[in-house]
């Protein structure tokens, strides 16, 4: 098996960037293609009421245009960290989606055609596991491409 083209997922935490720095040094030892992942996820905005029965306006795909902006911007500023970071010493292939955070990692993964998925792992248990849920978790259960799950506490 070999691993041409690596994907990492990034966003603006520490667990993305220890994934990375694992995922660009596989890709330098195995001289492997480099996909960047940043995903805006969403914001779900909970419906207004006007204090009158029957009054609710339903935001929850609507949200304000300067919300999306700050993210989309966020996203960006995040995307040319990592290339400012690594993109002396590799080729990358930069993608910024929306969408749920699992689901566009896993789709991305496809249309790139990669052969390995770097993702970092919160640490979460219990109930914020449950309540937040878990990334690399959904993304190893929905793909058939080989997931490095990265936890961000050092042994």
Do not use: C, W
């Amino acid at each position: 098996m070999e691993f041409k083209k690596i994907l990492i997922g990034i966003d603006d935490s520490l667990q993305s960037e220890k994934a990375a720095t694992y995922g660009f040094a596989l890709a330098k030892l195995l001289q492997a293609e480099v996909g960047l992942v940043e995903v805006v996820e969403p914001i779900i905005v909970p419906p207004v009421t006007t204090g009158i029965v029957g009054g609710e306006i339903d935001m929850l795909n609507m949200p304000p245009i300067e919300m999306m902006n700050a993210q989309e911007n966020s996203a960006k500023t995040v995307m040319q960290r990592f290339i400012a970071m690594y993109g002396e010493e590799h080729n990358i292939t930069q993608f910024m989606e929306t969408g749920d955070a699992a689901t566009v990692v896993v789709d991305t993964a496809a249309k790139f055609n990669a052969d390995l998925i770097v993702v970092g792992s919160h640490g979460r248990s219990g109930f914020n596991r449950f309540f937040v849920g878990s990334v690399a978790e959904d993304v190893t259960r929905n793909t058939e491409i080989p997931v490095l799950v990265v936890p961000l506490k050092d042994k």
